[in-house]
């Protein structure tokens, strides 16, 4: 798999890859309630959609170049896994513990997968899918707080495999809005071997490292990586320039990071936040996750592979 990247790196041209270039092929398998991503065959992640227990879309079983296992293994397994959270952190997800005073990330309220807007569709070193969900009310099996449609891409990138985040809200009735909490936004709660209590390692694009230095702080990305397999992995979340507010960081040394647009309060940086979204509005939020393996001698430079994330959307 290294090699194949290698040649990924080879065949970039403006940015893009070359049609005939020998390149990893994503392809995307639908099952009920779920879609399977696999790069070359191998598996890379399952995207979840029906779930009586997770009432929210989920990617679960998150996998680097190579096979490593970079989210917690779903559900959590006894003795080899802290068994926190278990169902508010099952790999990598996007939820809100407050809209419009309904929380969607304790799973008390539900998202409710409408339609694919884009059908899974693979191909060489990328492949892409877009969904319709609706926001349901706390405790109402019909009336919506929002709307979204979200697009997610998967791209063969040098640095590894980059999964492209880009979700837009828009106003199910009247106006709604996100409210101020710490459990708000894109989060991934990584691999039990590279958590910092087992010795791995959170690190911001200023350079502020674990728990005590960068929770509630502000970054363009965040890594979580550690050793794997005999490697060194990790998952870097980044935040799109283009989103309404920087995204602080919800970083805890057991294995969860959220990159967090909405708490400024819970973060200590001022008045609560509120951000509104009246009818004929929208808020987009983009990120990406880059998924990474490497031997422990050749880290990846994460500051170069947002600057690649830059690019690609840019596309």
């Not at 020998?22 to 959609?49: N, S």
């Not at 979204?148 to 106003?171: H, K, M, N, Q």
Request: one cysteine or more.
């Amino acid at each position: 798999m290294v090699m194949r990247t290698a040649l990924v790196a080879l065949s970039l041209v403006s940015g893009a890859l070359c049609a005939n270039a020998d390149v990893p092929q994503v392809a995307f398998t639908q099952q009920p309630g779920k879609v399977l991503v696999t790069i070359a065959g191998q598996p890379v992640a399952t995207y979840v959609y029906a779930d009586e227990e997770i009432t929210r879309p989920y990617f679960a079983h998150v996998r680097a170049p190579g096979g490593v296992q970079v989210t917690r293994n779903h559900p959590p397994i006894e003795g080899k896994d802290p068994t926190d959270h278990a169902t508010y952190h099952p790999g990598i997800w996007l939820a809100f513990g407050d809209i419009s005073g309904s929380d969607y990330w304790r799973n008390r309220a539900r998202v409710v997968h409408r339609e694919f807007v884009e059908e899974p569709v693979g191909g060489p070193g990328k492949g892409t899918f877009a969904v319709r969900n609706t926001y349901l009310v706390e405790g109402d099996a019909e009336k919506a707080n929002c709307r979204e449609v979200c697009r997610y891409t998967i791209v063969v990138r040098p640095s590894g495999y980059l999964l492209i985040w880009d979700s837009t809200f828009s106003a199910a009735e009247g106006e709604f809005y996100f409210g101020d909490q710490e459990e708000m936004g894109l989060g991934v709660r990584v691999a039990s071997p590279i958590m910092v209590k087992a010795g791995g390692t959170i690190l911001d694009a200023p350079g502020r490292k674990n728990e005590r230095e960068v929770w509630g702080n502000q970054a363009a990305w965040c890594d979580y990586s550690g050793t794997s397999g005999g490697q060194h992995v990790g998952v870097t979340l980044m935040a799109h320039p283009g989103n309404f507010r920087p995204s602080w960081l919800h970083a805890r040394d057991y294995g969860l990071l959220v990159a967090n647009p909405f708490g400024r309060k819970a973060f200590r940086q001022g008045d609560p936040s509120k951000a509104v979204v009246k009818p004929g509005e929208h808020l987009r939020l983009r990120y990406g996750v880059l998924l990474h393996a490497a031997p422990a001698e050749k880290k990846p430079d994460l500051a170069a592979a947002y600057a690649d994330f830059l690019r690609v959307v840019a596309e």
